[in-house]
Nanobody
Framework: QVQLVESGGGLVQAGDSLRLSCAAS????????MGWFRQAAGKEREFLQA????????YYADSVKDRFTISRDNDKNTVYLEMNSLKPEDTAVYYC?????????????????????WGQGTQVTVSS
């Protein structure tokens, strides 16, 4: 089993920045890739970014690639999501997820069901 704990969410103003963290514990060696998703009220879960533990290869959603940046610290088993120039429409619950699978088609990592483990989520609210 793998446990994921997100932190760093909160209430910010438009234009501010936030850094979310996702600490992984348990059998993390079984995971290949970590992803960040978000879900706004009444909407489907949306892929944001993903990163491979070993190579650091990243996968981005076009919608946020210019403002959000994913990174990892292998020594700490932690993945980060740096979010800049936040907008009210970024308001959502942000989740990190882990998968043990490796795909040659990078778009596979954008699909929530390929992930085996999920954190409990952290709320990000951006006021205008």
């Amino acid at each position: 089993q793998v446990q994921l704990v997100e932190s760093g969410g909160g209430l910010v103003q438009a234009g501010d920045s936030l850094r979310l963290s996702c600490a992984a514990s348990g059998r993390t060696v079984s995971t290949s890739t970590m992803g960040w998703f978000r879900q706004a009220a009444g909407k489907e879960r949306e892929f944001l970014q993903a990163i491979r533990w070993s190579s650091g290869t990243t996968y981005y959603a076009d919608s946020v690639k210019d403002r959000f940046t994913i990174s990892r610290d292998n020594d700490k088993n932690t993945v980060y999501l740096e979010m800049n120039s936040l907008k009210p429409e970024d308001t959502a619950v942000y989740y990190c997820a882990a998968t043990s699978k490796i795909y040659s088609w990078s778009s596979s990592y954008k699909i929530p069901r390929v992930y085996d483990y999920w954190g409990q989520g952290t709320q990000v609210t951006v006021s205008s």
